[in-house]
């Protein structure tokens, strides 16, 4: 240290600077000239300016503290007395015991318990349990409950609840009211209105009028939807449409037509004459009736039934004359004199006869026939002159003289003799002598004959697989 100046030693930034490092002083007042230079650490030094300068938080200050300019506090603040000569704003302010404005106070929101103001001026304001005065104006007021002795509403007075000994109003407008003794007015108007008694000269209702009893000497409806209408003496002079059933406990007289597009039922419908188009009921009893259609679920009868079409489940009648059509899923009956009888099925029990019989399938036990046609015809035994069919399905046996055909297909096929001009195949063909141009197949097996005739007599050529020709057993050549 020695012979170099402060100003050569090196600086170190101000926050790294420790609490324990030191400062050189000179202690002016040591008597010792010797012992004059002395040390201080930077936490002795924060001790001794904190008796002469506030610190940066906490601390304290005594006496008047005047500033100059603009004072801001981030926290709370507690004053004994503030005195401010202009304006002074603050973010909150809370004033344990009274605050007296001599100027004005403005704020968006002031609370407290009382206030009291000669005059109140504001923009909104919120009073938590009363607000009193002699007069109290505003463009806008709203408050759970207003008392008072006598109200002038120069606008609009609206609420949930509204209630007064005596309202008047020229117009009186709201979603719901309940009115306990008497509701009056030269206009009455409203959605809905539930009253125990409705007394009116007139009433126009645009939309419904309902009540458990609705009276009055003239009502002038458009439409009407009633459970139960009683009436002394009821008289339509013009239409009346009744969407839904119609009940009539007693009689009803017409004194001109009724047209019912719909059905008319009842346990008994009398009169001159009557056109309907569809007549259903247990029974009806008439000389003539006449109709389009007919329904009879249970039955129909009488000396002569007419109509172009009569469709039953079961028809019993001594005798018939159908002069077009009779038909049925079942129709039987002793004697039927038919022209053309056309039917999916029919069974006869005892004999079917005609010039011409058709059908697609036919189950007889015994048929006996000039000439037989069908798409399919079965049966357990037919002896035919003659079958000419294009294809055909035995499931036991085909026999006869002659039997020709392009394709056979069978099992087993046994006669005297055959002659198949094109080809004959199968699993095992067998007889006594077989004339063959030519012989395919993978094995033929010869059995040897007696004597000395051959076995098998062969002209042309015989080949085998690519292995050659294999025969199996002794070969013998005859000369």
């Not at 402060?6 to 202690?27: C, R, Y």
């Not at 206030?115 to 938590?128: D, E, I, K, L, P």
């Not at 206009?187 to 126009?204: E, F, Q, R, S």
């Not at 006869?353 to 079965?378: C, K, P, R």
């Amino acid at each position: 240290m020695a012979n170099r100046r402060i100003s050569e030693f090196p600086e170190i930034a101000g926050a790294e600077i420790d609490e324990a490092d030191l400062l050189n002083l000179v202690h002016v007042f040591e008597v010792d000239p010797v012992l004059r230079n002395k040390k201080i650490t930077f936490s002795g030094f924060k001790d001794y300016l904190s008796q002469y300068y506030s610190p940066i938080s906490g601390g304290s200050t005594e006496g008047d503290l005047v500033i100059l300019g603009d004072l801001t506090v981030s926290g709370t603040t507690n004053l004994t007395t503030l005195t401010c000569a202009n304006l002074s704003t603050f973010s909150g302010i809370i004033v344990k015991t009274n605050a007296t404005v001599s100027g004005t106070v403005s704020g968006q929101t002031i609370t407290g318990e009382t206030s009291n103001f000669t005059q109140s001026v504001a923009v909104s304001g919120r009073f938590t349990t009363e607000i009193s005065g002699a007069v109290v104006t505003g463009n806008t007021a709203k408050f759970s409950t207003v008392t008072g002795v006598s109200g002038i509403f120069t606008s609009q007075l609206s609420g949930t609840t509204i209630t007064g000994n005596t309202l008047q109003a020229s117009t009186i407008t709201g979603i719901s009211g309940i009115f306990t003794d008497q509701l009056s007015g030269a206009t009455v108007t409203g959605d809905t209105v539930k009253v125990t008694t409705l007394t009116g000269i007139t009433g126009v209702f645009t939309s419904e009028l309902s009540g458990d009893t609705v009276t009055g000497t003239n009502a002038n409806f458009t439409t009407g939807t009633f459970d139960t209408l009683v009436a002394g003496g009821h008289t339509i002079t013009g239409n009346a449409t009744v969407s839904g059933d119609l009940y009539v406990e007693g009689s009803g007289y017409f004194s001109s037509g009724v047209e019912i597009t719909g059905t008319l039922s009842g346990t008994t419908i009398t009169g001159a004459s009557g056109q309907f188009t569809n007549i259903t009921g247990v029974t009806i009893n008439t000389s003539t009736l006449t109709g389009v259609s007919g329904v009879f679920t249970s039955q129909v009868s009488g000396a002569v039934i007419t109509g172009d079409t009569a469709k039953v489940t079961t028809l019993t009648g001594i005798s018939g004359i159908f002069t077009t059509q009779l038909s049925g899923a079942t129709v039987t009956g002793d004697t039927l004199l038919a022209s053309n009888t056309t039917g999916v099925s029919g069974t006869f029990t005892t004999r079917i006869s005609g010039a011409l019989i058709t059908g697609v399938t036919g189950n007889v036990t015994n048929l006996n026939a000039v000439n037989i046609t069908g798409t399919s015809i079965s049966g357990t035994t037919g002896n035919f002159n003659t079958l000419q069919v294009v294809t055909g399905i035995f499931t036991t046996e085909l026999s006869g003289a002659t039997i020709s055909g392009d394709t056979i297909n069978a099992t087993t096929i046994t006669g005297i003799s055959g002659v198949f001009t094109d080809q004959i195949s199968g699993a095992a063909i067998t007889g006594d002598t077989a004339n063959i141009t030519d012989i395919t197949g993978e094995t033929l097996t010869i059995t040897t004959p007696s004597g000395v005739s051959p076995a098998i007599t062969c002209s042309g050529v015989v080949s085998g697989g690519t292995s050659g020709f294999v025969i199996q057993g002794p070969l013998i050549i005859l000369a």
